[in-house]
C-alpha cells in the first residue's frame, strides 16, 4: 500500500482527499491512499513519516515554512521561494518542492490582458511567497500586503494598499481569510474602488467563489477562485511521487 497524504493544523476547509482519491478511481490506481493528518506541530515529522509509512506529502498552512527545517533537502525552486507544500520520501529522505508557484502561474496567465502589470498580494506567508516568485517569472511588479507590516521588511499595510489600489491591476489574497468556515469575512475592504480593469485571485477554493471574489466579480473585475490551483498543484505533487 502507498500512503500519501497532506498535513496541517485545521483541515476542515480542504478538498485535497477528495481530488486524490477520486483521481485514483478514475486512474485505476489500486493499493494507494492520500489521507488528511492534521499536525499540532511539525517538531515530529520524521516519527509521522516512519508510523504511518508515508510516501509522500503535501503540505498547507500553517507549516509551509515550518517544515523546511525538518527536511534533508529541497529542490531548487523551493529553495528560491523558502516554501514548501510538496514533500517526497525517496531512500528515507525527505525532499522539499514547491508545486503551489507553478501552478499559480499556469492558472493566471491566461487571464492576463496587457493592463495587468502591477499586483498586490495579500499575505506574507508560504503561500504568498509561492506568488511571489510566480509574478517574477512573469515579469509582474508586485508588492506584499500585511496586517502588521512592521514585522515583515519590505511589506506595506492595508491602508496604503488601498490608496494603490487603482494602479496595481492585480489583487491576489494569499491569506486564509475568508476560508471555510468563515466564509463572511473578505481579505480586501475597499470593494468601491475596484473595476473592469483589475482581476482578482484568490487562492481559498472553499468557499467557491469566496466574498472577496464575489463582491470583485460585482463591481466587473476578473475574479479567478482556487480550484484550478488547487488541481493543478496536486496534479504536478502526483508527478514528483508517481516517479517513485
Known amino acids: 500500500m502507498k500512503r500519501y497524504g497532506l498535513i496541517g493544523k485545521k483541515l476542515s476547509h480542504s478538498w485535497s482527499q477528495r481530488w486524490f482519491e477520486a483521481m485514483f478511481e478514475r486512474e485505476g490506481i489500486l493499493d494507494t491512499e492520500y489521507k488528511a493528518y492534521e499536525l499540532p ?14 510516501d509522500g506529502f503535501n503540505v498547507t498552512i500553517p507549516y509551509k515554512e515550518a517544515v523546511i527545517p525538518h527536511l534533508d533537502r529541497l529542490d531548487d525552486e523551493a529553495t528560491a521561494i523558502g516554501a514548501v507544500n510538496c514533500v ?21 496567465e491566461s487571464k492576463l490582458s496587457s493592463r495587468h502589470k502591477a499586483a498586490l498580494v495579500l499575505g506574507t506567508g508560504g503561500a504568498s511567497k509561492a506568488v511571489g516568485y510566480a509574478l517574477q517569472r512573469a ?10 507590516p512592521s514585522v515583515h521588511p519590505g511589506a506595506i499595510g492595508y491602508g496604503q494598499a ?3 489600489a487603482k494602479s496595481y491591476q492585480i489583487i491576489i489574497n494569499a ?5 471555510y468556515p468563515n466564509v463572511d469575512d473578505t481579505p480586501w475592504p475597499y470593494v468601491h474602488l475596484l473595476d473592469e ?26 475574479a479567478i477562485g482556487g480550484l484550478a ?16
Not at 90 to 105: C, Q, R
Not at 175 to 179: F, L
Not at 230 to 237: I, K, V
Open 41 to 54: 506541530t511539525t517538531n515530529n515529522l520524521r516519527r509521522w513519516v516512519s508510523d504511518y509509512h508515508i
Open 139 to 148: 515579469g509582474i511588479e508586485y508588492q506584499l500586503v500585511s496586517r502588521t
Open 88 to 108: 517526497e520520501v525517496h531512500n528515507g529522505l525527505l525532499i522539499g518542492h514547491n508545486t503551489d508557484s507553478p501552478a499559480f502561474l499556469t492558472t493566471l
Open 197 to 222: 480593469n483589475h482581476l482578482c485571485y484568490d487562492l481559498i477554493y472553499n468557499p467557491s467563489p469566496t466574498r472577496f471574489l464575489r463582491e470583485a466579480a460585482a463591481r466587473g473585475a476578473i
Open 175 to 179: 491569506t486564509p481569510i475568508g476560508m
Open 229 to 244: 490551483m488547487l488541481e493543478r498543484q496536486a496534479e504536478l505533487s502526483w508527478t514528483i511521487w508517481a516517479k517513485r
Open 162 to 164: 488601498g490608496l494603490l
